[in-house]
């Protein structure tokens, strides 16, 4: 394992821990032992396999949000809106889930379904993409804004045209079973959103560092005038890379209803966007890397839930935990830095013999 | 006798990866005018920032008039009265003359009016045409510097620091920032200029440092010295004699053709006007002038980078005007620009990732549907072989790479990519002289290989150098192109500042 | 009518504040992302702050007080150790997120019925409110609205008129020019960050003791953002960001009557989404932008 690598995991470690330790000061507030409630958070994360598969549950949506920042990430290019591309993905594959019932074979459908999912949140990320690529709009501002219309029509389609035929709360009807995705493992909630999610991970890792279209938008993202000269086309690279991210929070609207929900909540995951920049920021952008991050917050995810159930700790101490570990990952990069940046003095000055 | 104005005593730099000065003394004297001569990466930058407060030394000491001084900013240094102009403007371009000559020296509200008048006062005083109210990015070059001095008068500087004062200035204006500097002289003032241009420090200075790697090489009084001593202790051997460019057979096909070419920036202004030459293959055009006459606007619409106001561009007879870069990439035209880690490199991938920049859209590298990294590293290495590319390998990330180096895997690529047409833009700009030499001898390889060769520089010795015919561009256009056995000093200093010569 | 449009200037005073304290910090060179996160804070200080006290001032005290903090926080990390403002902004809105929901419940435990506090009231100005339509609309609001009227003119004096200002707006363009100048690039951006804490505090306070009377975690829904947009699309000047705080506290009380009145032609999710496809617009149609030269860079010295 070369130095830097081992450096980049042993301060991600050392940002998790302080992350949690700052958490856990808070719960000081509370009046409560952080001690406990973390040890309790540690051994309630494994003491079931049903708990235990429930981290990966929770992964899922994390991975491909995750990606959707990611990949634009690597382009130099700022996907806030990965959260609406979420519920685009969610309502399209919720319309399609309701119109299909049992009409169709139940993998065909599915596949039908993932399909509008990719669409719907594609169009929706690729608008960014186009008005960012045509009228230089700032992608930043764009794609965040476009999060609340995107929450403003899914409130409205609860309300009217998804409604559930109850009429009584801003939900769907659940979709037939033959719409849900599978569960691979018994006794579990751990459905194959997840393997799709891994394998979608993976196939985006091999497109950035295998691919020629990659290779380019690593260049795009590192230094625009160089790729400018080199005759890529960054235009149509903010485009796809905007489509493809969109697509990718859509599939995790797409695992989340038809994996987990089974129909369409008001209100649910809202924070699986901001989530999703954390992950990829605990990563470092990589792929592969987003896999382990979307894992380990995953587990933080299930303990912290518990940890509101038994021990009364709000809920909200989740937010705090994913926020101080991105916030300390972010001064683990200061660090490391500075660090290298004082190793190489030094060995000059040795080398020197000042 | 009294302590001299300044001194500078045993002052050691290092950065990450290299030493920049090691153990630096000298002293200047009131109303004396000092040149730090040496070449590039000499150190001589480095120690001037420290005397202005952007640096600060690992070791040393510094004293203004016997007395040990702190100087952690800038704001230090003015105190002290020390001012220094940097070869990159430290002006806000978007901001008027009179808002960058306050900057950061006038407190509370602000009264244009009578900072406008004090301004005019203090450039008549000098001799300088300014119009306080004109905005910065509006202004030539050389006015601009004018500015720059400006505000270190205006902040009554009594040591003014220049960073090579006259590289965008044409010898006119040379000879008159020569003159200001010798009059604030005689007031009692000092002066560092910094330069790598012999000439200038045998004109104007009273002493001459030497730096060369870091150090102090010697101190003399320019009287009792000669332009081959202080090249040879600025380059620590005699330099070498220029390489023997004999014409090869010149081949009679016309490669490049320019007829008419104009074009314009973004606020309109012309930035070529009406241009036409024609490069055959297997010939070198240089284009001398000095920075910013329409030189690097000049291959960027060769290139595709800039689209044309008017004329037409033909490459081996084929109109490109309307092609756009990548088209123009494929029918064979290299470029080597002047900003080379902005332009022409990506300073995060590797080398080998580099080397494939121009060529990602190619199947030659491709092994459907992902890329033939084998083949790609391959060709890196025998370009690491062919170029004596001091690398850990292909895999080793350009940014680590020395500016030499990374101009080698540079010239390497688009002298493969050029396979007509090749434009070299500054290509030895900060380069050692090791390096400087090695993309000598490509580029005559090149042209010894049949291939079409335009080069743009402001070093005059390198176009004399390299060129069979030689143009200047002067604002934009261009003066008249002179083949080299009819070129002479004289003729191409006129034409650079304005006066055009007949035949083209 | 005149109602409307005294509304809409009173939605806008939160706008104003977070937009101007904007266009200071991005004159200077630093984005704060983090403007949402410090809106919800700013609002809970203030809702805590005033609950416990029954005062409206140590309401607004404390709001700029953890606004501030805050901001100072992510002024450190951005300023000073150089991080990326736009990740580093994500870290703390979503650290915020939480934060304002623990310390609710850690301070007010879970109560059984919301807890409220007085409103800000209006304070009519003697005579010139009684003046037709204009008395109305601009002299019948609130002490923080009031204080638009001194802060805009201020703002842009300040900005264009002085050496500060001078200094500030040099600092954003070209920092290497500043520093040569002798101007301490770093202290001056943190300095704006502050800024922007404290004014974003009162902003994100007048929400929740300002209008509703009461603290929700989702009582600022994205305006830290607009605020946030705002100071792009008024060109990062004073004036720029009165007229898109005016325009979008239009767009929000048109939706607040729309929404009240039930109006059945145009659902109201419409109207709540209004605001951010005004926005979307704008970015788009602004194609010229006088964008402070070195914004979103981070200034580094030697290594």
Known sequence: ?354 | MDSPFLEIRGVTKLFSKVVANRNVSFSVGKGEVVALLGENGAGKSTIMKILYGLYRADFGKILINGKEQRIESPKDAMALGISMIQQAFSLVSAHSVAENIVLGTVKGLLNRRAYERKIRNLAVQYGFNVDPAAIVRDLPVGVQQKVEILKALFQNASLLIMDEPTAVLTPQEAANLMDFVRRYAAAGNSVIFITHKLKEVMDCADRIIIMRSGEVRGILPRAGTDEKELSLLMIGHELPPLPDVSAGALQAREMLRLQGVSVRDRHGVFRLRDVSFSIQEGEILGIAGVSGNGQQELCEVVCGSRPLASGRIWLDGRDIGSLGIRERIELGIGYVPADRQRDGMVMEMTLAENMILKSSYSSKWQKRPFLDRSRIRHYATSCIEAYSIRTPGPDAVVRGLSGGNQQKVIVAREVDNGTRLIVFDQPTRGLDLGAIDYVHKTILEERGRGKCVLLVSTELSEIFALSDRVGVLYKGVLQGIVPKGELTMETIGLQMAGYSTSGR | MTDLLARALMMSTPLLFGSIAEVFAERSGVMVCAVEGIFLLGALGGFVGDYESHSLAVGIVLAVLVGAIYAAFYGWITVYLKQHQIVTGTAFNLLATGLSAFFMRAVFGVPVVPLTVEPLKALPVPLLSRTPVLGAILFNQNILTYSMYFIVPAAWFVLYRTSIGLTIRSTGENPEAAEVAGIRVERIRFSMVLLAGAMGGIAGAFYSIGYLGMFTTNIIGGRGWIAFAICFLGNWNPLGALAGTLIFGVAEAVAISMQSSGSLLLPNELFIALPYILTIALTILRRSFNVPGKLGIPYRKEN
């Open chain 1, 1 to 354: 394992m070369s130095p830097r690598f081992r450096d980049m995991l042993l301060s991600i470690a050392v940002a998790v821990v302080l992350g949690l330790g700052a958490s856990a000061a808070l719960l000081l507030f509370l009046g409560r032992s952080p001690v406990t409630a973390y040890a309790l958070l540690a051994a309630s994360v494994i003491r079931d396999g049903y708990t235990f598969a429930d981290i990966f549950v929770k992964a899922t949506p994390l991975i491909l949000t995750g990606l959707a920042f990611a990949l634009t990430y690597k382009a130099n290019l700022f996907n806030i809106g990965a959260q609406g591309q979420f519920y685009m993905g969610a309502i399209a594959a919720t319309a399609a889930s309701l119109v299909l019932g049992n009409r169709l074979p139940g993998p065909l459908s599915l596949v039908i379904v993932f399909v509008a999912a990719v669409a719907a949140g594609g169009l929706w990320g690729s608008f960014v993409g186009f008005v960012k690529a045509k009228f230089g709009a700032n992608e930043f501002l764009v794609s965040m804004m476009s999060t609340y219309v995107a929450l403003a029509a899914m409130n409205y389609l609860l309300r009217t045209a998804l409604m559930e035929t109850k009429h009584e709360y801003p939900q769907t009807n659940p979709f037939a079973p033959g719409l849900w995705l599978p569960i691979f493992l018994r006794g579990t909630r751990l459905h194959a959103g997840f393997i799709l999610a891994v394998l979608i991970a993976l196939l985006i890792w091999l497109l950035l560092f295998r691919t020629a279209f990659g290779y380019r938008i690593r260049v795009v993202g590192h230094n625009s005038d160089a790729a400018r000269l080199a005759g890529i086309d960054s235009r149509g690279i903010t485009v796809t890379t905007f489509f493809l991210a969109g697509a990718l929070a859509a599939t995790a609207g797409f695992t989340e209803t038809n994996g987990v929900q089974h129909m369409l909540v008001q209100g649910f995951n809202p924070n699986i966007g901001a989530e999703g920049i954390g992950i990829a920021i605990l990563a470092n952008a990589n792929p592969v890397g987003v896999i382990f991050a979307s894992i380990l917050i995953g587990a933080l995810k299930v303990g912290g839930t518990i940890m509101g159930q038994t021990s009364g700790v709000p809920a909200s101490i989740i937010e705090i935990m994913e926020g101080f570990v991105m916030i300390f990952v972010i001064l683990s990069y200061f660090i490391r830095s500075g660090l290298e940046i004082r190793r190489s003095k030094k060995e000059l000055r040795r080398a020197q013999a000042l």
